[in-house]
């Protein structure tokens, strides 16, 4: 089944406590992508990467890393989490997206991880 | 900056009626505009998209118009039903910068009664 994964699902841990939620997917996708989500600020883009070793910042990415060692795979780094990083997580992934042909590359979202920092 | 505005944030509807959902953008550059659907609990899965080519996309009860002069574009829902009920968040894309980044609404929670 095509899918992206994420791990953990919930997750409760304190300020400066360096924690890794896990993306992964199945589907031999160049891009992926994470998002949080907040209350009526919608989905903001952290990070993005459009293939292996390619990674640049999105809309949000202050007190994110992001590493894309392997193609399947896009961990979301928070080096020394705080309470305004508490949210709702979203990795994502499609095919590369080229000028013109960007109806043709639907994103594919994980089930969320929820994050509370306290 | 919000590039993409949308309203209402939150949409209340009687089964069968009609639901609309608003969205305005700013980059005249954007030339995708899809729409996501997100069920609780459950991550944002693509509903219906439209090029700017065309002023309208219809997917069975699912339609999309498009005014491309007043860079708008809004979701109708025909015949809305219980399992309709969702966080419907719109998107768009294409300006250039990067490839395959969306820009998101602000979301809009419809319930619809039964």
């Known amino acids: 089944e095509a899918q992206v994964t994420q791990n953990p699902r919930y997750l409760i841990t304190v300020t400066g406590k360096k924690l890794t939620v896990t993306c992964s997917q199945n589907m031999n996708h160049e891009y992926m992508s994470w998002y949080r989500q907040d209350p009526g600020l919608g989905l903001r883009q952290i990070y993005y990467s459009m293939n292996v070793e390619v990674t640049d910042k999105g809309d949000v990415p202050e007190g994110y890393k992001v590493s894309r060692k392997e193609k399947r795979n896009f961990p979301l780094i928070l080096e020394s989490p705080s309470p305004n990083q508490t949210s709702l997580y979203f990795c994502?992934?499609?095919?590369?997206?080229?000028?013109?042909?960007?109806?043709?590359?639907?994103?594919?979202f994980g089930p969320g991880t929820r994050l509370t920092v306290t | 900056q919000q590039q993409v505005k949308q309203s209402p944030q939150s949409l209340i509807v009687q089964k069968g009626g009609i639901s609309i959902i608003n969205c305005a953008y700013e980059?005249?550059?954007?030339?995708?505009f899809p729409w996501y659907q997100q069920f609780p609990g459950k991550g944002p899965a693509l509903l219906i998209a439209?090029?700017?080519?065309?002023s309208e996309k219809k997917e069975g009860r699912f339609t999309i118009s498009f005014n491309k002069s007043a860079k708008q574009f809004s979701l109708h829902i025909m015949d809305s039903q219980p399992g309709d009920s969702a966080t419907y968040f719109c998107?768009?894309?294409?300006?250039?910068?990067?490839?395959?980044?969306?820009?998101f609404g602000q979301g809009t929670i419809l319930t619809v009664h039964p």
């Open positions: 980059n005249t550059a954007f030339d995708y």
């Open positions: 439209i090029r700017p080519d065309v």
């Open positions: 994502a992934s499609s095919l590369l997206a080229r000028a013109g042909l960007a109806d043709s590359y639907e994103q594919y």
């Open positions: 998107a768009a894309s294409g300006d250039g910068t990067s490839y395959g980044k969306l820009t």
